[in-house]
């Protein structure tokens, strides 16, 4: 089937279209995972996932030192300067065995009181055991992934994420049913490796030609510009999975385990359809943002990505909410209680989504310290908000709590954005 025109003369719109295709077969797959996930381990079980899987993200993050975002910035701006690309993945790797090392080691020798702080007891110290093996799976397939993304080979991109996804849904389909919550765990703690072999499969020709792996020194020549990477991500990424992590125990303690697994099986479902937008922020918007020197070019390309993203998103999410209880007796049957949730959950995705292209400005420009307040206030907002309105609305009050700090964020975001140019045109 021919793509049409319009789609094709603009690149994000079609990075979108070739996007949806795979986030829609993601999210038919996903809803059948959830069902099954539901039926067997329940609400409780749904908790624990979600507990290990902001584990899984804060070392996505740590294991890799932070650097993703550079990564894909420098091989945007570089990617003809084979010198410069040397540099960078020398630099690269020298952070990310330090990465490796201290993660692998912490996981380990602290399993038990890892297991105890995530799931209340250390009958899973075996799990985080498992996971400090496959810490060196998660840190390549995170640095190699910014290759994919800094050189914007979305069709690559969709097919690693699509392959990828299939393989790691059929492992946990399979270790759940065989082994119950303890196989869910195992499959969630071994993606990394499926992840990993597939982006190899598929790219590694091009990550040849870019990456001269026998010129990678154990030195750190760009260290400097990828500090401030670095100390972004460890903000956003680890603050963020600490503070769900720290919220969902909240919930067990001040009302249930069931309560806390509403609400993380609420924020499965914005996470499928907001993954749709993480492959487009990370090939189009860093990217060219990073490329562009002017207000009016921003102020432009900002209203081309609102032009095309909001109203797609905006029509999915009203049918979301329209179809609210169709989606739970599909996917959650059991859960009920959930359908509150939605309408403040996907209002506070909506306005998030629309922050989040602007703050990818701080991103491009290197704009640590804006980067660095603006995510300090939103998980402080969330922090804070959540645990006041949970006292009086119960397990509805941390959704609101999302909505009311996605408000504040964009307000704060616009202004110190604006800002920023307002400060070049100055020095012009």
């Given at each position: 089937?021919k793509?049409?025109q319009?789609?094709?003369?603009?690149?994000?719109?079609?990075?979108?279209s070739?996007?949806?295709?795979?986030?829609?077969?993601?999210?038919i797959?996903?809803?059948?995972?959830?069902?099954?996930?539901?039926?067997?381990?329940?609400?409780?079980g749904?908790?624990?996932?979600?507990q290990?899987?902001?584990?899984?993200?804060?070392?996505?993050s740590?294991?890799?030192?932070?650097?993703?975002?550079?990564?894909?910035?420098?091989?945007?701006?570089?990617?003809?300067?084979?010198?410069?690309?040397?540099?960078?993945?020398?630099t690269?790797?020298?952070?990310?065995?330090?990465?490796?090392?201290?993660?692998?080691?912490?996981?380990?020798?602290?399993?038990?009181?890892?297991?105890?702080?995530?799931?209340?007891?250390?009958?899973?110290?075996?799990?985080?055991?498992?996971?400090?093996?496959?810490?060196?799976?998660?840190?390549?397939?995170?640095?190699?992934?910014?290759v994919?993304?800094?050189?914007?080979m979305?069709?690559?991109?969709?097919?690693?994420?699509?392959?990828?996804?299939?393989?790691?849904?059929?492992?946990?389909?399979?270790?759940?049913?065989?082994?119950?919550?303890?196989?869910?765990?195992?499959?969630?703690?071994?993606?990394?490796?499926?992840?990993?072999?597939?982006?190899?499969?598929?790219?590694?020709?091009v990550?040849?030609?870019?990456?001269?792996?026998?010129?990678?020194?154990?030195?750190?020549?760009?260290?400097?510009?990828?500090?401030?990477?670095?100390?972004?991500?460890?903000?956003?990424?680890?603050?963020?999975?600490?503070?769900?992590?720290?919220?969902?125990?909240?919930?067990?303690?001040r009302?249930?385990?069931?309560?806390?697994?509403?609400?993380?099986?609420?924020?499965?479902?914005s996470?499928?359809?907001?993954?749709?937008?993480?492959?487009?922020?990370?090939?189009?918007?860093?990217?060219?943002?990073?490329?562009?020197h002017?207000?009016?070019?921003?102020?432009?390309?900002?209203?081309?990505i609102?032009?095309?993203?909001?109203?797609?998103?905006?029509?999915?999410?009203?049918?979301?909410?329209?179809?609210?209880?169709?989606?739970?007796?599909?996917?959650?049957?059991?859960f009920?209680?959930?359908?509150?949730?939605?309408?403040?959950?996907?209002?506070?995705?909506f306005?998030?989504?629309?922050?989040l292209?602007l703050?990818?400005?701080?991103?491009?420009?290197?704009?640590?310290?804006?980067?660095?307040?603006?995510?300090?206030?939103?998980?402080?907002?969330?922090?804070?908000?959540?645990?006041?309105?949970?006292?009086?609305?119960?397990?509805?009050?941390?959704?609101?709590?999302?909505?009311?700090?996605?408000?504040?964020?964009?307000?704060?975001?616009?202004?110190?954005?604006?800002?920023?140019?307002r400060?070049?045109?100055?020095?012009d």
């Open positions: 089937m793509i049409p319009f789609i094709r003369a603009n690149l994000l719109l079609k990075m979108t070739l996007n949806a295709v795979v986030i829609t077969i993601r999210l797959v996903s809803l059948f995972i959830q069902r099954l996930l539901a039926e067997i381990v329940g609400e409780a749904i908790s624990k996932i979600g290990l899987r902001n584990l899984s993200q804060m070392l996505t740590i294991s890799s030192v932070g650097i993703f975002n550079g990564v894909v910035k420098y091989v945007a701006e570089h990617k003809e300067n084979k010198e410069q690309l040397t540099k960078l993945f020398s690269a790797f020298f952070f990310t065995v330090i990465g490796v090392v201290c993660c692998s080691l912490i996981l380990y020798f602290g399993a038990d009181h890892i297991s105890e702080y995530l799931f209340g007891s250390n009958s899973f110290s075996y799990l985080i055991k498992l996971i400090s093996v496959t810490v060196p799976f998660i840190s390549m397939q995170r640095i190699f992934n910014g994919v993304n800094g050189l914007s979305y069709k690559q991109f969709a097919k690693i994420d699509l392959f990828a996804y299939l393989l790691s849904a059929i492992l946990t389909v399979t270790l759940l049913l065989n082994y119950n919550i303890d196989g869910a765990l195992i499959a969630i703690a071994l993606a990394p490796v499926i992840q990993l072999l597939v982006l190899l499969f598929i790219f590694f020709k990550l040849k030609e870019y990456v001269q792996f026998n010129k990678i020194s154990f030195k750190a020549p760009m260290g400097k510009s990828l500090l401030a990477f670095t100390t972004m991500s460890l903000v956003s990424t680890v603050l963020l999975n600490y503070v769900e992590i720290d919220i969902r125990t909240m919930i067990v303690n009302i249930t385990e069931e309560d806390a697994g509403i609400w993380t099986a609420m924020t499965f479902i996470k499928n359809y907001m993954v749709f937008s993480g492959a487009i922020f990370t090939l189009y918007v860093l990217p060219k943002f990073s490329s562009i002017t207000r009016s070019g921003f102020t432009k390309e900002l209203l081309n609102y032009k095309t993203l909001l109203p797609i998103f905006g029509v999915g999410m009203i049918l979301v909410y329209l179809f609210r209880d169709v989606v739970i007796q599909i996917i959650y049957p059991d009920t209680g959930m359908e509150p949730l939605f309408k403040w959950q996907l209002m506070g995705d306005i998030r989504l629309a922050s292209v703050a990818h400005q701080f991103l491009a420009k290197k704009l640590v310290r804006n980067f660095i307040f603006t995510e300090i206030l939103s998980l402080a907002l969330f922090y804070i908000l959540a645990r006041y309105f949970t006292a009086t609305y119960g397990v509805e009050g941390v959704v609101i709590a999302h909505f009311v700090r996605y408000v504040i964020y964009f307000i704060v975001v616009f202004l110190l954005v604006y800002r920023y140019f400060k070049q045109a100055s020095k």
